[in-house]
């Protein structure tokens, strides 16, 4: 069974403050997707990360996929109210059994206050 | 371009019952994947189709059964309602089960 495992599930921070979310598994992926969801919407992707040791920006917004492609990493610089959301990692498979199937963490659920 | 599109936006069902939930794919898409999302949780992966089969299933019963139409569109239905079953449930669309996957709005079913 492949499990990834999501940590902190909470997090509630002060505008300005720095965070970082990580995303573990004991299974290796073919690709680890970000995405933030809003109360009642779907998930929005933020990014795809495919190659192990890859680092990605977006804005304030930096992915890190591990070497190993089991484990991947979010850090928001500067965190504004606009932050707030729920984040969720997922990781894919493909040229597997598992092609197309994507398991998700648990989510962390972000709040910044003003 | 259009994006993901589900329909109906919500439902309220009771026990027993039977709910069919559609989705559009994103323009240019072929694959469409369903999942099963309870209050505080990650997404659950339940089915994909691409070519009009059934690709992968996800741990769900067989109450769960879907279809996928010539034009890329898909079907999830579930029979026999369970109170267990109220839940966010995702479309999400793909090209040819390429991992990245753009999820629609979701459809939130109620079972009472």
């Known amino acids: 069974t492949q499990l990834l495992e999501q940590s902190p599930q909470f997090l509630s921070i002060q505008e300005g403050e720095n965070l970082t979310v990580y995303c573990n598994s004991s299974s290796v992926f073919s690709s680890l997707q970000w995405y933030r969801q809003e109360p009642g919407e779907g998930p929005v992707l933020l990014v795809t990360?495919?190659?192990?040791?890859e680092v990605k920006k977006l804005k304030r917004l930096t992915f890190q996929f591990g070497d190993a492609r089991k484990d991947s990493s979010l850090h928001i610089t500067a965190a504004q109210p606009g932050d707030t959301g729920l984040y969720l990692c997922a990781g894919g498979f493909r040229g597997s059994s598992n092609t197309g199937k994507l398991i998700f963490g648990q989510g962390t659920t972000l709040q910044v206050k003003p | 371009d259009a994006g993901v599109t589900q329909s109906p936006t919500h439902l309220i069902k009771t026990r027993g019952q039977q709910v069919t939930l559609r989705c559009s794919p994103k323009s240019g898409h072929d694959t469409v994947s369903w999942y099963q999302q309870a209050l505080g949780q990650g997404p659950q992966f339940i089915f994909q189709?691409?070519?009009?089969?059934?690709?992968q299933r996800g741990n769900f019963p067989d109450r769960f059964s879907g279809h996928q139409f010539p034009n890329y569109s898909s079907e999830l239905n579930v029979n026999a309602l369970l109170l267990g079953d109220s839940a966010l449930y995702l479309c999400?669309?793909?090209?040819?089960?390429?991992?990245?996957?753009?999820f629609g709005p979701g459809t939130r079913l109620t079972v009472l």
């Open positions: 990360v495919v190659t192990g040791g």
């Open positions: 189709y691409y070519e009009e089969e059934e690709r």
């Open positions: 999400a669309s793909s090209l040819r089960q390429v991992d990245t996957q753009y």
